[in-house]
C-alpha cells in the first residue's frame, strides 16, 4: 500500500503542476487515506500528506480546508520534531500563503518571519533553498 501512497502523492503533485485540481485533491486524499492507515500516530509521511492536500486546496481557494489540513500538518510535524525543523517552517511558510490569500497580511507576516528564521538556522543563511 505504501507504494500507491508514493505514486498518488507523485501524481497529486503533477496534477497540481497542470492545473488539474481535482485530480491532485483526489491523489493527496488518497496518499493520506493510505499514509493514515499504515502509521499509529504521527508519522513525517502523513504530515507531509496534509500539507500536500492542504497546498492544493490552497489553490482551490478553499482557504478554510486547506487551513484545517495545513494546521494539522503544523501540529505533528512540532510533535515530530520540534519547533526548529525545515518541515515545520515549510507548513508555516504554505498557512501564510492561505492568510495572503485571504488578504490577512497581518497575519501572514510574523508567520513567514517565523519560517524564515527556522530556515536560517536549520539550513543556514545563504542555503539554496
Do not use: C, W
Not at 48 to 57: P, Q
Amino acid at each position: 500500500h505504501m507504494f500507491v501512497a508514493h505514486v498518488s502523492t507523485s501524481l497529486g503533485e503533477v496534477y497540481a503542476r497542470q492545473g488539474r485540481l481535482e485530480e491532485a485533491v483526489r491523489m493527496h486524499k488518497l496518499a493520506l487515506r493510505v499514509y493514515r492507515r499504515a502509521s499509529e500516530g504521527d508519522s513525517a509521511e502523513v504530515a507531509v500528506a496534509l500539507s500536500d492536500l492542504g497546498s492544493v486546496l490552497r489553490l482551490q481557494g478553499l482557504h478554510d480546508r486547506a487551513m484545517e489540513r495545513l494546521e494539522e500538518a503544523y501540529e505533528m510535524f512540532r510533535r515530530l520534531y520540534g519547533d526548529d525543523h525545515a518541515d515545520v517552517g515549510g507548513v508555516l511558510t504554505n498557512m501564510a500563503l492561505v492568510l495572503r490569500d485571504q488578504g490577512r497580511i497581518a497575519e501572514a507576516l510574523p508567520m513567514l518571519e517565523k519560517a524564515l528564521d527556522i530556515a536560517r538556522r536549520t539550513q543556514g543563511s545563504d542555503h539554496d533553498n
